[in-house]
């Protein structure tokens, strides 16, 4: 199912994508602001760095919204298929990685995001599961040390 909103005379994927930076950026900076110790510029404090990122997520989001209002923009079509897919690979990935390891769950979001688009394949996705998978357990396990384990079996205490 697609959506089409008319060009009024405003570019609603930029005022959208723009808006949608600002808040983020906001409900990040303040979040961090509340939530951890700032410390001061000799001495940063854990929370300095994500405010401070959060801020400037937020400024460049109103730098692309607010010229937004005074330009024409495109047609645009709202998919809502692939966005209901991406989220719910992403939300399927948060809720299984603990439970089964880092490979079987990018394997499970990615199946359930490539779903969205009919272009890939069987083979191509299997190419691209190994491919994630593999990548992000060099990334996080092996470069970060992150301790998060490649598979959890079920025989496992």
Known sequence: MTTTVRSTGRDYRDIIGGGVLLAFGLFCALYAQEHYKLGSPTRMGPGWFPMYLGYLLAILGALIMVPAFFRDGEPMDMQWRPMALITL????????????????????????SVVADDKLGIR??????????????????????LQLPAFIWPFEQ
């Open 89 to 112: 690979g992403v939300l399927l990935f948060a809720a299984a990685v603990k439970t089964i390891g880092l490979a079987p769950a990018i394997a499970l979001q990615v199946a359930v």
């Open 124 to 145: 191509g996705t299997a190419i691209l599961v190994a491919c994630t998978a593999t990548a992000a357990w060099l990334i996080f396990h092996v470069g970060l040390g």
